[in-house]
């Protein structure tokens, strides 16, 4: 069974900068193309970023010059720097495989909370 930890979140100030990970074990992980999503309160899950095996991403239109995805086949690892963070980034982040795919068990994700 996969698993999925997701780490790196916590309070910051509008305009700060936050690097979440995401470690991935029990599978070839380089054979995957994988995602960050993020939920907001009350809110459904929505995809930010995705990054495919030869390292090609794809970025929400809310996050594109502000968030990078990157990942590290040999740490089973992706990451997501987040910066100029706003109030509306506020969210539990989680990563997982990215969509129109058979999604594994989520992770516990990381809860980011942007606030002065």
């Known amino acids: 069974q996969v698993q999925l930890v997701e780490s790196g979140g916590g309070l910051v100030q509008p305009g700060g900068s936050l690097r979440l990970s995401c470690a991935a074990s029990?599978?070839?992980?380089?054979?995957?193309?994988m995602a960050w999503y993020r939920q907001a309160p009350g809110k459904e899950r929505e995809l930010v970023a995705t990054i495919t095996r030869g390292g090609s991403t794809n970025y929400a239109d809310s996050v594109k010059g502000h968030f990078t995805i990157s990942r590290d086949n040999a740490k089973s690892t992706v990451y997501l720097q987040m910066n100029s963070l706003k109030p509306e980034d506020t969210a539990v982040y989680s990563c997982?495989?990215?969509?129109?795919?058979?999604?594994?068990?989520w992770g516990q994700g990381t809860q980011v909370t942007v606030s002065s």
């Open positions: 029990r599978i070839i992980f380089s054979l995957y193309t």
């Open positions: 997982n495989r990215a969509p129109g795919t058979t999604r594994w068990d």
